[in-house]
């Protein structure tokens, strides 16, 4: 199987970006492939531009989000990497997926925009944050989140969304051994969800 990281976090010495490594690493053991789209490193401009939007008479994607397409075009799974901030995943992420998986790659079969184009495809999300998980539950933020941006962004796509693997309470001084033990949950959860998976090809979806 092939994976794609999607990593959205400023600083590279992260908990989000230990995470992603820990994930790599368990796919290499079963003898997955990993790529690493690592957002901020790679300078990704989230903005969407005008022409990029369905039913502009000038619509079409624009240059840097065809290379994207490219390199995602024959990924079995789509691995999200990011912290909460006001609650919600970083801008630079969700721009990411509005412009890259717009409209004719993650869906949009014969132009309607209800029809996916990554059917088969496999979906799972690691993200953490400052307050607690209890609180976010208690509060709704992370039903929420699990709702839009799991099972509504999945289902558009045609991808099946397997786990969201969240890890509460991370501050500059949170316990080495409490992360230590999260980051062996992402081990457990790459075992658990794709340990027998083998590889699929896809077709080029751009």
């Known amino acids: 199987m092939k994976h794609a990281l999607i990593i959205a976090h400023p600083r590279p010495e992260s908990f989000t970006a230990t995470t992603a490594g820990a994930y790599s690493q368990a796919c290499e053991e079963l003898g997955h492939q990993t790529i690493r789209r690592d957002l901020y490193r790679m300078g990704f401009d ?33 691995a999200l990497f990011y912290p909460l901030w006001l609650n919600t995943p970083p801008a630079i992420l969700k721009g990411y997926l509005e412009r890259v998986f717009g409209f004719g790659f993650a869906y949009g079969t014969g132009g309607h925009s ?13 993200s ?10 208690q509060i709704g933020a992370f039903d929420a989140l699990c709702v839009v941006f799991d099972d509504y962004f999945a289902n558009l796509c045609g991808m099946t969304s397997v786990d969201h693997v969240h890890v509460g309470g991370i501050t500059p001084g949170t316990n080495p051994f409490f992360i230590d033990a999260r980051i062996n949950e992402v081990r457990k959860a790459v075992i658990q969800h794709f340990g027998k998976d083998k590889h699929v090809a896809h077709e080029n979806q751009a």
Not at 132 to 137: A, D, G, I, R, T
């Open 114 to 126: 209800y029809n996916p184009l990554l059917t088969g495809r496999k979906f799972i999300s690691f």
């Open 128 to 137: 953490s944050s400052g307050a607690p998980v209890s609180w976010l539950k």
């Open 46 to 78: 989230p903005c969407l531009k005008s022409h990029e939007i369905p039913g502009d008479a000038h619509f079409q994607a624009a240059p840097d989000v065809l290379a994207e397409r490219a390199v995602l075009a024959d990924c079995d799974v789509f």
